[in-house]
């Protein structure tokens, strides 16, 4: 699946899927974190599919929030 197409059920179901085999079994490696964008390195724990899931800066939340919390 391309990049836009994987973007969709992950936003939707807020669960990381492997983009290659849609295998939840995935997991974080290094992550390189800048002043408005955020790279996390993942490898699929199913297929071995290695792959970077970018995340952009979308506003900021007042105070220190629990975790979770949106």
């Known amino acids: 699946m391309d990049s836009d197409d994987w973007v969709v059920p992950v936003t939707r179901f807020e669960s ?3 983009p290659s085999c849609n295998s939840p079994n995935v997991t ?5 974190v800048g002043a408005a964008r955020v790279y996390q ?5 199913s297929c071995q599919f290695e792959f970077t899931a970018a ?3 979308t506003g900021y939340l007042p105070g220190l929030p629990e975790y979770g919390e949106s």
């Open 16 to 18: 990381l899927i492997c």
């Open 28 to 32: 974080m490696g290094a992550c390189a």
């Open 41 to 45: 390195e993942y490898v699929c724990e």
């Open 55 to 57: 995340y952009k800066l």
